[in-house]
């Protein structure tokens, strides 16, 4: 127990000197900060896609966003539809792209029903970009590799903040 505690105190020690630009094992003085050069600081990237968890969220959030609602209408038996979950959504170029739209994925044959038939979807997956009102911009059918999804997904947006504007 001992040692822990004194292992985590050095482990603080060394990360508290870190940041303040100065070495522990030494007694050198701080960095002088107008000659010292830092790199920019930025926000970390997401590593997946935040899905929302129902319609009326998604309705909501796109509202208050200005953005589309991008609606990955699946069923669990599509094979398909299950590719585009392992191969398309985790890819870096989509889940940035999927950063100008609201994303929710919704099973079609069970929540997902009335989009079924509100918006005539004969197939799975469906890939659908509504507006906050459930105006349709968009429909992208079957699976879709990335490199193709991620501008589709983009062209939607670029073109929905266009006629907004």
Same mark, same amino acid.
């Given at each position: 127990?001992?040692? @822990?505690?004194?292992?985590?105190?050095?482990?603080?020690?060394?990360?508290? /000197?870190?940041?303040?630009? !100065?070495?522990?094992? +030494? =007694?050198?003085?701080?960095?002088?900060?107008?000659?010292?050069?830092? %790199?920019?600081? +930025?926000?970390?990237?997401?590593? @997946?896609?935040? *899905?929302? &968890?129902?319609?009326?969220? /998604? &309705?909501?959030?796109?509202?208050? +966003?200005?953005?589309?609602?991008?609606?990955? #209408?699946?069923?669990? *038996? !599509?094979?398909? !539809? &299950?590719?585009?979950?392992?191969?398309?959504?985790?890819?870096?170029? #989509?889940? /940035?792209?999927?950063?100008?739209? #609201?994303?929710?994925?919704? =099973?079609?044959?069970?929540?997902?029903?009335?989009?079924?038939?509100?918006?005539?979807?004969?197939?799975?997956?469906?890939?659908?970009? #509504?507006?906050? =009102?459930?105006?349709?911009?968009?429909?992208?059918?079957?699976?879709? $590799? $990335?490199?193709?999804?991620? $501008?589709?997904?983009?062209?939607? %947006?670029?073109?929905?903040?266009?006629?907004? +504007?």
């Amino acid at each position: 127990m001992q040692i @822990r505690l004194l292992a985590t105190r050095a482990l603080a020690a060394g990360m508290i /000197a870190a940041v303040i630009g !100065c070495d522990s094992s +030494s =007694n050198s003085k701080p960095a002088d900060p107008k000659t010292t050069t830092t %790199a920019p600081q +930025s926000a970390a990237k997401p590593t @997946r896609i935040e *899905w929302v &968890k129902d319609l009326d969220t /998604a &309705k909501t959030l796109a509202k208050q +966003s200005g953005k589309l609602i991008m609606i990955d #209408v699946f069923t669990t *038996w !599509c094979g398909p !539809c &299950k590719m585009l979950d392992q191969r398309t959504f985790p890819d870096p170029r #989509v889940i /940035a792209a999927a950063g100008r739209v #609201v994303p929710l994925k919704s =099973n079609g044959e069970l929540e997902g029903r009335s989009l079924v038939s509100n918006y005539s979807i004969r197939g799975y997956p469906a890939i659908l970009f #509504v507006d906050a =009102n459930g105006k349709l911009h968009g429909m992208v059918m079957g699976y879709q $590799p $990335p490199d193709v999804l991620a $501008p589709q997904i983009t062209k939607f %947006a670029d073109d929905f903040a266009r006629s907004r +504007s």
